[in-house]
């Protein structure tokens, strides 16, 4: 672990991705067409939230199911502070905004912080009643979170504007934002996971009784985990809100959740690297996959479009993945070890 | 508000409460023996009311023969299930068989969602379940008689099942230990499909039971209120029946009546379950009949 001549190359190489990463943002945001710079967009983003997803579920194995809430937080907050005092009182339809809503504005920054803060917080006093239980447990206790925070949205048309959703939302987002925060996110995310705090959230994955035993204070590391998640899920929901320039409770349903836990399968459950290659993987073959929903005149075979018809094909990539390939992509290697694994093989 | 709208409250919660247990009773056995939370079990509700739909609507048979027909198939779906995406993932890490439950859920609401189309359909309730008849100014209709009078008989007939016979006997060895319930000389995996075609047909029986009083069908309507049998089935100590009942005739009952009291908080009827749970959990983290989880599982 402590060779110093893999470390530095270590570093070299990390140095290297990093650099090549902010040049791409660059690059990609001076040279690709608006559809394309679109689609990066969003790649960072979901690159931000599968990294962060992956921290509480792959990394520490709490399996948990809330990050469409988190996000839908961070998109609120954002969105509240981003659209001025005119903007809420001319489209915010059923009840009027309470007047600290319409106070309530900043920069992108501080919209983007506050989202991961607040988020951040509520994981934090949620982590009381939540980590009380666990496995299947927590799984439909942060399910039914994400769904209470869905009906909240809805049921509190002052502050969300409702079913409706608040639109007009100034676009911000752009690859030097999204890009930046996703290096930063993926980062800070490497830097705990090879923290002692990473190795005891590793040791609380595998075996939370003999973590417990060796003196770990698993409550405090999965506390930590699913805090860290949140803020970047905040943050993230903020660069969402700030890309689509509109946002509805119908954009935080479970399938939000799902598509995250699609990401990090395929690309194994438990690595960085991992999560970042499924999303580029996940978010292309949505992209791709586009085909399925339309008519397909193939060799002779015609059939009517069949909207949806991704989401089915998406599902059972999913099962086989679990059946067939249950490591996913990469395991719970990272990049680092591919690299170590060439040189003692040699 | 009079003692008249209170009783009529009382039959409304009554028949919701039951319906939410019959299809707790399908999770909570699933859990017991393999401790996953099929995801999918929502859908198998959906599936059946979707069967009876089509037989009705379609072929034009009378309603008990088509809740016969639909509740056998979605057995046997529910073993094709267990065949197909949980049996090869006994020995996996749970995590691997929750991720598949999930993904059989969104397969088959996508599935149907693609081939039969979103739109809620009506479901064609025969006519005699839709009489109205009146006790004491309390006004009844026939299926909310039957229906908690179906899942009353049903629940004996499990638990008669399960404590009666040799069948039973060999799912609550099986809720100890797999391994040794094979080194004995039963066939385990038997045992695990009989527990998936009871759950499914319990399931099919709430899902018909839905359509009868909310009467239509859609591909999305086993998502929600599996999730809230699911709750109830946490809250009433899963693993047990007997508790998953309590369970769903708590959350049927709490649904009814906090909006009967209170018809501003009806925005908020769909999270009742889930906070209901969340409290729950919070002082008693094994259910309220699931006190001695070691020791006995149903």
């Not at chain 1, 002692?196 to 930590?224: C, H, P, Q, W």
């Not at chain 2, 629940?155 to 080194?183: E, H």
Request: charged content about 10%; proline content about 3%; aromatic content about 14%.
């Amino acid at each position: 672990m402590i060779n110093d001549s893999i470390f530095t190359k270590q570093r070299i190489i990390n140095l290297g991705i990093i650099i090549t990463a902010i040049w791409f943002t660059w690059f990609a945001q001076q040279v690709f067409d608006e559809y394309t710079v679109r689609i990066i967009n969003n790649v960072a983003i979901f690159i931000i939230l599968a990294v962060s997803y992956n921290l509480i579920n792959g990394v520490t194995g709490q399996f948990s199911l809330e990050p469409n809430g988190f996000v839908a937080i961070g998109a609120y907050v954002t969105a509240i502070l981003l659209v001025d005092k005119e903007g809420m009182l001319y489209q915010y339809d059923i009840s009027d905004p309470y007047p600290w809503v319409l106070a309530l504005q900043t920069n992108f920054f501080w919209a983007l912080i506050l989202s991961g803060i607040i988020s951040a917080l509520l994981a934090l006093s949620l982590s009381f009643p939540v980590f009380r239980v666990r496995g299947d447990y927590l799984a439909i206790v942060t399910l039914g979170f994400g769904f209470i925070i869905r009906i909240l949205a809805i049921n509190s048309p002052e502050i969300t504007n409702g079913s409706l959703g608040i639109n007009d939302i100034p676009q911000f987002s752009n690859l030097y934002w999204t890009g930046g925060v996703a290096i930063f996110a993926v980062l800070a995310i490497l830097n705990i996971i090879y923290s002692k705090y990473g190795r005891a959230m590793k040791a609380v994955r595998d075996d939370e009784d003999a973590a417990s035993a060796m003196g770990i204070n698993t409550f405090k590391v999965k506390t930590l985990a699913f805090t860290t998640s949140a803020f970047f899920e905040g943050v993230g929901g903020g660069l969402l809100a700030a890309l689509l320039t509109s946002i509805s409770p119908d954009l935080f349903t479970f399938f939000f959740t799902f598509q995250l836990l699609i990401i990090i399968v395929i690309g194994g459950l438990g690595s960085t690297t991992g999560a970042i290659i499924g999303t580029v993987m996940v978010m292309a073959g949505l992209e791709w996959m586009r085909f399925l929903d339309e008519p397909i005149n193939f060799m002779g075979i015609h059939t009517d479009a069949l909207p949806g018809m991704r989401m089915v094909v998406f599902a059972l990539i999913l099962i086989v993945v679990m059946l067939f390939a249950r490591e996913g992509l990469m395991g719970k290697k990272e990049l680092k070890d591919l690299f170590k694994k060439k040189k003692a093989n040699k | 508000m009079d003692i008249l709208t209170f009783m009529q409250q009382m039959v409304n919660g009554f028949s919701l409460g039951s319906m939410y247990a019959l299809i707790a009773i399908g999770y909570t056995m699933v859990y017991g023996v393999l401790r996953l939370i099929n995801f999918a079990h929502g859908d198998i509700m959906m599936v059946g009311a979707f069967l009876a739909y089509t037989f009705m609507a379609v072929f034009n048979l009378p309603f008990p023969l088509t809740v016969l027909l639909a509740v056998t198939l979605s057995a046997a779906l529910g073993m094709l299930m267990d065949k197909i995406a949980y049996k090869p993932l006994r020995e996996a890490p749970k995590i691997s068989l929750l991720i598949t439950a999930i993904g059989i859920s969104f397969f088959l609401e996508n599935a149907f969602t693609v081939f039969v189309g979103g739109v809620p359909r009506a479901f064609p309730v025969p006519s005699y379940m839709e009489q109205i008849f009146t006790v004491a100014n309390v006004t009844f209709s026939v299926s909310s008689i039957t229906v908690p009078l179906v899942t009353l008989i049903l629940l004996l007939g499990i638990l008669y099942v399960l404590y009666k016979t040799k069948y039973g006997m060999a799912i609550r060895a099986l809720s100890f230990d797999i391994k040794t319930v094979n080194l004995m000389g039963i066939d385990a995996n038997m045992i695990i499909s009989l527990v998936f075609a009871l759950g499914s047909a319990l399931a099919a029986v709430g899902g018909i039971f839905w359509a009868v009083n909310y009467p239509s069908v859609e591909p999305m309507m086993g998502v929600l209120v599996g999730l809230k049998a699911f709750a109830a089935a946490v809250v009433g100590g899963i693993g047990s029946v007997t508790g998953a009942v309590l369970g769903g005739f708590i959350i049927g009952f709490t649904e009814v009546v906090v909006i009967a009291f209170f018809p501003e908080m009806g925005g908020y009827k769909d999270a009742f379950a889930f906070v209901f749970l969340i409290l729950v959990l919070l002082f008693k983290p094994t259910g309220i009949m699931g006190e001695d989880l070691e020791k006995s599982r149903f």
